[in-house]
T-cell receptor, first 114, second 114 residues
Framework: DAEITQSPRHKITETGRQVTLACHQTWNHNNMFWYRQDLGHGLRLIHYSYGVHDTNKGEVSDGYSVSRSNTEDLPLTLESAASSQTSVYFC?????????????FGPGTRLTVL | AQSVTQLGSHVSVSEGALVLLRCNYSSSVPPYLFWYVQYPNQGLQLLLKYTSAATLVKGINGFEAEFKKSETSFHLTKPSAHMSDAAEYFCAVSSNFGNEKLTFGTGTRLTIIP
């Protein structure tokens, strides 16, 4: 069955370190999204991509970057981790074709920055 | 610009009672509307969606929602709550053309009282 996976599921790192969170989908979806989930804020969009080599900033993109070299993967990089980036991170994908707009979510990565 | 307001960050209902979770949206173009559910330590799962067809939408697990344009609302209901409905629920909006980006509300945590 098609799915979307994230790794690692849990990560503890130190302030100032570079961290990369992986997202891999086998739906063959064009669109991929990264969100962070924080209490009282719901899900906020960090970056998104509409296809290979396409990336766009979301509402909370400062301190994060993404690159899309193939259809299946959209890794999220924290250039220099800060305590404010302690959060749960979700990756999602959607077809990008037709009018469904439904997004399929991965299980999440819990990141702690000490 | 789009936005979603979920009234009540916490809702408690007795088992067997009506569940009503409120969602109001703001959108400058005809919207697509979604309800997602998140169980503890899991990703988000689609409950139901409105994409400009029938205004009363039925979803999984006995949930339904009604799109009311005049009230800019998309409230989620279930006639009889079950213990397994305890979770966090998110309302989301996207525009009915273009980029498939979702804007999420801040979520409502539903507790079921035995």
């Amino acid at each position: 069955d098609a799915e979307i996976t994230q790794s690692p599921r849990h990560k503890i790192t130190e302030t100032g370190r570079q961290v990369t969170l992986a997202c891999h989908q086998t739906w063959n979806h064009n669109n991929m999204f990264w969100y962070r989930q924080d209490l009282g804020h719901g899900l906020r969009l960090i970056h998104y991509s509409y296809g290979v080599h396409d990336t766009n900033k979301g509402e909370v993109s400062d301190g994060y970057s993404v690159s899309r070299s193939n259809t299946e993967d959209l890794p999220l990089t924290l250039e220099s981790a800060a305590s404010s980036q302690t959060s749960v991170y979700f990756c999602a994908s959607s077809t990008g074709q037709g009018f469904s707009h439904e997004q399929f979510f991965g299980p999440g990565t819990r990141l702690t920055v000490l | 610009a789009q936005s979603v307001t979920q009234l009540g960050s916490h809702v408690s209902v007795s088992e067997g009672a009506l569940v009503l979770l409120r969602c109001n949206y703001s959108s400058s173009v005809p919207p697509y509307l979604f309800w997602y559910v998140q169980y503890p330590n899991q990703g988000l799962q689609l409950l139901l969606k409105y994409t400009s067809a029938a205004t009363l939408v039925k979803g999984i697990n006995g949930f339904e929602a009604e799109f009311k344009k005049s009230e800019t609302s998309f409230h989620l209901t279930k006639p009889s709550a079950h213990m397994s409905d305890a979770a966090e629920y998110f309302c989301a909006v996207s525009s009915n053309f273009g980029n498939e980006k979702l804007t999420f509300g801040t979520g409502t945590r539903l507790t079921i009282i035995p």
